[in-house]
């Protein structure tokens, strides 16, 4: 929150639930773990995008998207990745690196194209690159150094192939030049090269990708590092929609030099150790993991992980603590039991199924947007409510309670079995622990 140097760590807000920070030139982005994206510093050319100009000392949000799943910063441009495999930039555009047609900057997130399989993506100072899940590698922006890898140093406003390199696993960008390290293990390099940062000896800069190779003294050793995942277990089925992808490399040869997992860079402890969170899609989920050693020996390893999207709520009677999908969060107001009856909260349950319920304060009702179009209409202190089907000729429905919602500290409860039976969620009690376990497909 403020403009003052620091020479010491200080905390950003209180929240405790980031997955990923990226720094540009003078900025941060953040994700957390709902998906949303935060940004703060330098917003010059809108590259916070939040819609403004205006420079933010303490984070602010992105839009209002909950499915981002990667970030990247250029020099004063930002990138991000969305669950559905699109790709958005914003910020300064002055050499096309927004991939949106134009050099018109942009103060929020515009689409680069139109396809949907982008699963990595990296920002230098006036271009982008990214990477598809086929292995092909785009870039886009300001080429005068090649950085493009096109073969050119024409700059270029939407995304263009990367030509003469194999199937890509990670790609990273410097300020004029590009780096991407392909699936079989070699490392590839083009663009600017005044201080020798393409690794390619005593060569000008490359307007096309360049093997770089290792120095000869490496090369002794053949065996590769030995990855082993602790969690998840393959073949898995999980309910949440990230994991985080546990485990060690050890290589008792040349030693280890990089691990990715999904095309990003994954940091590895002096003791071998490593963890990242993975965003999962819906279905089906490939995560790959390379290991390479200084020897430049490669192991890959291939885990499928299967997400079924559902809302699990664990609440406890008489407390404000719950879980949501494994994560606590807090309730304005602990379940009860009235008459041997557990009522629960019930703008927290709904909200978490992604339904909006409608007060009406006057009235004391309660009205929400079931499936199919109905509406059930809830009354404080009445053990019966009405479904309605608008734009139908269908009569409302009577439906009766064993004991009327009611409104305690200013939310109103409901008996549990509403939500079981109006709802379609699936619902446990644990008589021992004295908790309800809420189970939800959508």
Same mark, same amino acid.
């Given at each position: 929150?403020?403009?003052?140097?620091?020479?010491?760590?200080?905390?950003?807000?209180?929240?405790?639930?980031?997955?990923?920070?990226?720094?540009?030139?003078?900025?941060?982005?953040?994700?957390?773990?709902?998906?949303?994206?935060?940004?703060?510093?330098?917003?010059?050319?809108?590259?916070?995008?939040?819609?403004?100009?205006?420079?933010?000392?303490?984070?602010?949000?992105?839009? !209002?998207? &909950?499915?981002? +799943?990667?970030? %990247?910063? @250029?020099?004063?441009?930002?990138? $991000?990745?969305?669950?559905? =495999? /699109? *790709?958005?930039?914003?910020?300064?555009?002055?050499?096309?690196?927004?991939?949106?047609?134009?050099?018109?900057?942009?103060?929020?997130?515009?689409?680069?194209?139109?396809?949907?399989?982008?699963?990595?993506?990296?920002?230098?100072?006036?271009?982008?690159?990214?990477?598809?899940?086929?292995?092909?590698?785009?870039?886009?922006?300001?080429?005068?150094?090649?950085?493009?890898?096109?073969?050119? !140093?024409? &700059?270029?406003? +939407?995304?263009? %192939?990367? @030509?003469?390199?194999?199937?890509? $696993?990670?790609?990273?960008? =410097? /300020? *004029?030049?590009?780096?991407?390290?392909?699936?079989?293990?070699?490392?590839?390099?083009?663009?600017?090269?005044?201080?020798?940062?393409?690794?390619?000896?005593?060569?000008?800069?490359?307007?096309?990708?360049?093997?770089?190779?290792?120095?000869?003294?490496?090369?002794?050793?053949?065996?590769?590092?030995?990855?082993?995942?602790?969690?998840?277990?393959?073949?898995?089925?999980?309910?949440?929609?990230?994991?985080?992808?546990?485990?060690?490399?050890?290589?008792?040869?040349?030693?280890?030099?990089?691990?990715?997992?999904? =095309?990003?860079?994954?940091?590895?402890?002096?003791?071998?150790?490593?963890?990242?969170?993975?965003?999962?899609?819906?279905?089906?989920?490939?995560?790959?993991?390379?290991?390479?050693?200084?020897?430049?020996?490669?192991?890959?390893?291939?885990?499928?992980?299967?997400?079924?999207?559902?809302?699990?709520?664990?609440?406890?009677?008489?407390?404000?603590?719950?879980?949501?999908?494994?994560?606590?969060?807090?309730?304005?107001?602990?379940?009860?039991?009235?008459?041997?009856?557990?009522?629960?909260?019930?703008?927290?349950?709904?909200?978490?199924?992604?339904?909006?319920?409608?007060?009406?304060?006057?009235?004391?009702?309660?009205?929400?947007?079931?499936?199919?179009?109905?509406?059930?209409?809830?009354?404080?202190?009445?053990?019966?409510?009405?479904?309605?089907?608008?734009?139908?000729?269908?009569?409302?429905?009577?439906?009766?309670?064993?004991?009327?919602?009611?409104?305690?500290?200013?939310?109103?409860?409901?008996?549990?079995?509403?939500?079981?039976?109006?709802?379609?969620?699936?619902?446990?009690?644990?008589?021992?622990?004295?908790?309800?376990?809420?189970?939800?497909?959508?």
């Amino acid at each position: 929150g403020t403009t003052a140097n620091r020479s010491s760590p200080v905390r950003v807000g209180t929240s405790t639930n980031w997955t990923t920070v990226v720094a540009g030139t003078y900025c941060c982005l953040a994700l957390a773990r709902d998906g949303s994206l935060w940004a703060w510093g330098d917003n010059e050319y809108g590259q916070l995008g939040d819609g403004t100009t205006a420079n933010r000392s303490s984070p602010v949000r992105v839009g !209002t998207r &909950t499915d981002w +799943i990667v970030v %990247a910063a @250029g020099w004063e441009h930002s990138l $991000a990745i969305a669950r559905d =495999g /699109s *790709l958005w930039a914003w910020g300064w555009n002055a050499g096309g690196q927004l991939g949106d047609g134009t050099t018109t900057d942009r103060s929020s997130p515009v689409r680069v194209g139109t396809r949907t399989d982008w699963i990595a993506v990296a920002g230098g100072i006036m271009h982008s690159v990214a990477l598809a899940r086929d292995g092909s590698l785009w870039a886009w922006g300001f080429n005068e150094e090649g950085q493009l890898g096109d073969g050119t !140093t024409t &700059t270029h406003r +939407i995304p263009g %192939a990367v @030509g003469s390199s194999p199937q890509i $696993a990670a790609v990273t960008a =410097g /300020s *004029l030049h590009s780096i991407a390290l392909a699936r079989d293990g070699s490392l590839w390099a083009w663009g600017g090269y005044a201080q020798g940062q393409l690794g390619l000896g005593s060569l000008p800069g490359l307007n096309g990708p360049e093997l770089v190779s290792l120095p000869e003294t490496s090369l002794s050793d053949t065996n590769p590092p030995v990855v082993t995942v602790t969690s998840p277990s393959n073949g898995a089925t999980t309910i949440l929609s990230q994991v985080n992808v546990q485990g060690t490399v050890t290589d008792s040869g040349s030693g280890t030099e990089d691990l990715s997992i999904n =095309g990003n860079p994954v940091s590895v402890s002096s003791a071998g150790v490593f963890s990242f969170s993975v965003t999962l899609l819906s279905g089906m989920n490939t995560i790959t993991i390379l290991a390479w050693d200084k020897a430049g020996n490669k192991t890959e390893k291939t885990l499928t992980l299967t997400y079924q999207e559902r809302t699990v709520l664990v609440l406890t009677i008489g407390s404000t603590i719950a879980t949501k999908n494994g994560a606590t969060v807090y309730l304005d107001t602990a379940p009860v039991i009235t008459n041997g009856r557990t009522l629960v909260p019930l703008r927290f349950i709904a909200e978490a199924f992604g339904i909006d319920p409608i007060w009406d304060g006057t009235l004391k009702t309660i009205k929400l947007a079931l499936a199919g179009g109905s509406e059930l209409t809830l009354q404080v202190g009445r053990a019966f409510g009405y479904i309605q089907y608008p734009g139908t000729s269908r009569q409302p429905e009577r439906i009766t309670f064993d004991v009327a919602p009611s409104i305690v500290s200013g939310r109103t409860l409901v008996p549990i079995r509403f939500i079981s039976e109006q709802l379609g969620a699936e619902v446990a009690w644990d008589a021992i622990t004295r908790t309800v376990t809420i189970t939800w497909k959508g």
